[in-house]
């Protein structure tokens, strides 16, 4: 099994718009994390997306779409979807709305519920692939299921083979860590499903606060409580490394060595994590020893991911 090929700019938008007329998996640059497309109207497509990822087909995948335009056609956004939507598309954030019910994106890309995951992403490489394939995209993140997520093309290429018919190299992710997905549901509150590249006061400063997911919610990857792991054990809020450990420092008042962020800024770690993580576990790192990070800014994200991360495997669900 030989990685898949990696272009660069306009070849890789010919080609990729190529295999996906044939039903074929490509992975895609966003500004977030890269991502692993297929024509969101084909549920063959959409299913290799699952099989390739190995990824429980209960779990709902987010539809990439064009602009907003594209999003009204596939989900019923409301005027406070609709604010949110104006001030962060294109951009990472996710909204989670009732689906259409005649929608181009299938059921299986929203693993059989009533609502539908939608967002424009900010990169231009898939923004000009979106346009030109005039149709949505779904497309989780592309990594093995439960795995770290991918923000070069290099990563991608490296975990999968001749499943994916080519990466598209957008160069290395500009956020680093995934979408902020909001729930914007009749006769319910806005709900932050999952925290994101948008930090929490950004988001409630257009819609107002925001409430937690509710217990009737799906399963946001909050719910899996492994994921996002790196093969290294992880050990939170560490203010030294003990025998065997490497240390992620945050902070200026780390020791030497890898840190998230020297001057302490939440937005610079989160485009550091899964990069360095993944760059321990590769050294062989038994353990890493990470320090605190603050829950501000995107704190909040960084904190939800390393927690997943740090969570006992056995429990994972894929
Ligand atoms: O930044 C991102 O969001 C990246 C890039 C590629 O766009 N995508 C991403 O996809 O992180 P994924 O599949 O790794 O995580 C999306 C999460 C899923 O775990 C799923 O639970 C949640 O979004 N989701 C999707 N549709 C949903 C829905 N209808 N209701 C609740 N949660 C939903
Ligand atoms: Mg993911």
Redesign the pocket.
Known sequence: MSDPPVYPGSTGINQALAALADGRLVA?P?E?????AADAASPDAVARIYAAKG?PAF??????VADAAMAAAEGRLDERARALAKAFWPG?L?L?VP?RERGKSCELA??G?E???L?V?GHPLTRELLERFGGPLA?????PSGRL?PTTAADVAQAFGDEVALVVDGGPCE?G???A?V?VLPEDPPRL??P??IGRSALEAVIGELAGRGSA????????SSHYAPAAALRLNATASRPGEVLLGFGPAAPPGPNLSPSGDTTEAAANLYRMLRKLDEQGAGTIAVMPVPDEGLGEAINDRLRRAAAPRESAVS
């Open positions: 895609i966003t977030t994390v890269y991502g692993l990824r779990n709902p995948l987010i539809t990439h990472p996710t989670v689906a929203r693993a519920l609502t539908i995951g967002r992403p497309a989780p993140s592309a990594n997520s956020a860590i995934e979408s997905i729930s499903l999952r994101g590249a919610d799906i399963n946001a990857p909050g719910q899996l």
